[in-house]
């Protein structure tokens, strides 16, 4: 199982900018993609962007195209999510999460096998 661990939320002023961080432990040549997705309160869990560990093919969400870049650290243990222009609607709860092929390109929480313990975003207007 692959250990996954979040850093980076906090408050920021809508138009602002953070930069999430991903963590990455434990046996991550068994994940071949990393993907980030949010939960706000009363709502499901939604995708917000992929990436694969080769070839760092990319994968967003319509709402978060041009606003949000996902990138991955040189050695296969980090995961980042750029977010600029944060807009209301963007809050939750952030989650890195690992899998297998199946789960490129689909943004399906399912097809995710490990989960981090989430990280607040919250936005002010």
């Known amino acids: 199982q692959v250990q996954l661990v979040e850093s980076g939320g906090g408050l920021v002023q809508a138009g602002g900018s953070l930069r999430l961080s991903c963590a990455a432990s434990?046996?991550?040549?068994?994940?071949?993609?990393m993907g980030w997705f949010r939960q706000a309160p009363g709502k499901e869990r939604e995708f917000v962007a992929s990436?694969?560990?080769?070839?760092?093919?990319?994968t967003y969400a319509d709402s978060v195209k041009g606003r949000f870049t996902i990138s991955r650290g040189n050695a296969k243990n980090t995961v980042y999510l750029q977010m600029n222009n944060l807009k209301p609607e963007d809050p939750a709860v952030y989650y890195c999460?690992?899998?297998?092929?199946?789960?490129?390109?689909?943004?399906?929480?399912?097809?995710?096998?490990?989960w981090g313990q989430g990280t607040q975003v919250t936005v002010s207007s």
């Open positions: 434990g046996p991550t040549f068994s994940s071949y993609v």
């Open positions: 990436i694969t560990w080769s070839g760092g093919s990319t």
């Open positions: 999460a690992a899998g297998p092929p199946r789960a490129v390109g689909v943004g399906l929480s399912a097809r995710y096998d490990d």
